[in-house]
């Protein structure tokens, strides 16, 4: 199984992953000599793919991610574009407030592109981050120690929280559709933690900074990682 992982924020980069294995992983910055350059450009994918000597009938899956609730940025959208999957969504019950969402991170592609042209090299935000109301508020973190951990995973097991980190996608490369993932920003930090770690459990908290408002604010989102899954 062929897995295309794409960074599309600052730091752009993409990951090929062969039947489970890393196998070649470019940061844009490198090809473009422009530090910290956001948007994913469709030929370095095809770039990576020739590297790992994959072809792009072979892919299977996309998966997209971008940073703090900067657009998934694309350099060129005739050749590599993301729609939101509403037939597969309703399959898994998700809702309309998950393609709002993705929506969001859309829609400033455009903007993206004439400042990647200008040499504008990122765009710092965040995400709104799902805080469930039990975590806002004076005691905020120093609440984790007083709950039980079924309190925790009930919590984490909230709808709104769960349907909001995973969004099924079609992807658009190089004239063919494939299936596709877009991932939150924090969930991805998370993901990429909890399988590197040799736990099998474990809390994971994501928190970094940037924010769409005041562009000092901190945000983060807390998960739950059992095994093979997040
Ligand atoms: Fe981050």
Redesign the pocket.
């Known amino acids: 199984m062929a897995v295309v992982g794409i960074s599309c924020g600052h730091d752009a980069a993409v990951s090929i992953i062969d039947n489970g294995r890393l196998v070649c992983h470019f940061e844009r910055e490198r090809f473009q000599r422009h530090r910290h350059v956001a948007a994913m450009a469709p030929e370095l994918i095809r770039t990576a793919l020739e590297h790992t000597g994959i072809s792009s009938d072979d892919i299977d899956l996309f998966c997209i991610t971008t940073?703090?609730s900067s657009a998934y940025h694309t350099t060129n959208l005739d050749r590599l574009n993301f729609n939101y999957d509403w037939d597969t969504a309703e399959l898994l019950g998700n809702n309309l407030f998950c393609k709002k969402s993705f929506d969001l991170l859309m829609k400033t592609n455009e903007l993206r592109r004439q400042n990647d042209e200008k040499k504008h090299d990122f765009v710092y935000n965040c995400e709104d981050a799902y805080f469930p109301d039990e975590w806002v508020g004076e005691k905020s973190l120093a609440q984790f120690s007083e709950m039980t951990k079924r309190q925790i995973m009930a919590t984490l097991n909230q709808k709104a929280v769960k349907n909001a980190q995973i969004q099924p996608i079609k992807v658009k490369f190089l004239g063919n559709t494939y299936p596709g993932i877009a991932v939150k920003?924090?969930l991805?930090?998370a993901a990429a933690a909890f399988y590197q770690s040799p736990f099998d459990s474990s809390f994971v908290f994501?928190h970094?900074?940037?924010d769409t408002l005041t562009h000092d604010g901190y945000k983060g989102v807390s998960f739950f990682g059992v095994k093979a899954m997040i």
């Open positions: 940073t703090q920003h924090q991805s930090h994501s970094d900074n940037g």
